[in-house]
């Protein structure tokens, strides 16, 4: 079965650059979402189609998708974006999450 | 205002079958461009996609646990439903039912908030 493998964690200090990564087996022919996930909340899509952000989200998000990586990117992280990060796409009609990535703003 | 609502049991005994219910509103359930999956999430750990539903009536079913569910909608009452058969503990957690959109881009636009599900004699 398909798998999206995604770094268990990553340190940001505020006003930096995260970059979050989700690796894949041609990854890059296939679309990319990624969820952002606060402590006892439900998640929240803050890209899509690799690269899209819907209404709400803000700028500072941003995603690129090549080959067998895609990456979400948060520019000038705040305390806010602390938060857990799920990268999901489909293979042969099935939906697949990476395992998750706890993003924390030092 | 779109919004998803799930439904169930908080408690289940091993080896019981869970029936869990997703209410949807302000969207259509044969809405072509709509189409709703189940998904769950075991306490402190990932996001786990377990079944999805169609307007057409399609329905997908992650591999590892295809011969255990079961999912299915009445449009007319705007629910889908998941029956998950021979529950055990390592199926605690919390269980969403989300809608995709053609919108964007095949995503999850709208999560229900979820119910929290606890196998245990």
């Known amino acids: 079965s398909y798998e999206l493998t995604q770094p268990p964690s990553v340190s940001v200090s505020p006003g930096q650059t995260a970059s979050i990564t989700c690796s894949g087996d041609?990854?890059?022919?296939?679309?990319v979402c990624w969820y952002e996930q606060k402590p006892g909340q439900s998640p929240v899509v803050v890209i899509y189609?690799?690269?899209k952000r819907p209404s709400g989200i803000p700028e500072r998000f941003s995603g690129s998708n090549s080959g067998n990586t895609a990456t979400l990117t948060i520019s000038g992280t705040q305390a806010m974006d602390e938060a857990d990060y799920y990268c999901q796409a489909w293979d042969s009609s099935t939906v697949v999450f990476g395992g998750g990535t706890k993003l924390t703003v030092l | 205002q779109v919004t998803l609502k799930e439904s169930g049991p908080v408690l289940v005994k091993p080896t019981e079958t869970l029936t869990l219910t997703c209410t949807v509103s302000?969207?259509?359930?044969?809405?072509?461009?709509?189409?709703v999956s189940w998904i769950r999430q075991p306490p402190g750990k990932a996001l786990e996609w377990l079944a999805h539903?169609?307007?057409?009536?399609?329905?997908s079913y992650i591999t590892s646990l295809k011969t255990r569910l079961t999912i299915s909608k009445d449009t007319s009452k705007s629910q889908v439903v998941l029956t998950v058969t021979n529950m055990d503990p390592v199926d605690t957690a919390t269980y969403y039912c989300?809608?995709?959109?053609?919108?964007?881009?095949?995503?999850?636009?709208?999560w229900g908030q979820g119910t929290m599900v606890t196998v245990s004699p």
């Open positions: 989300a809608r995709m959109s053609q919108l964007t881009g095949d995503g999850f636009d709208v």
């Open positions: 302000g969207f259509s359930l044969s809405n072509a461009r709509m189409s």
């Open positions: 189609e690799d690269n």
């Open positions: 539903i169609f307007s057409n009536d399609k329905k």
């Open positions: 041609k990854l890059g022919d296939k679309y």
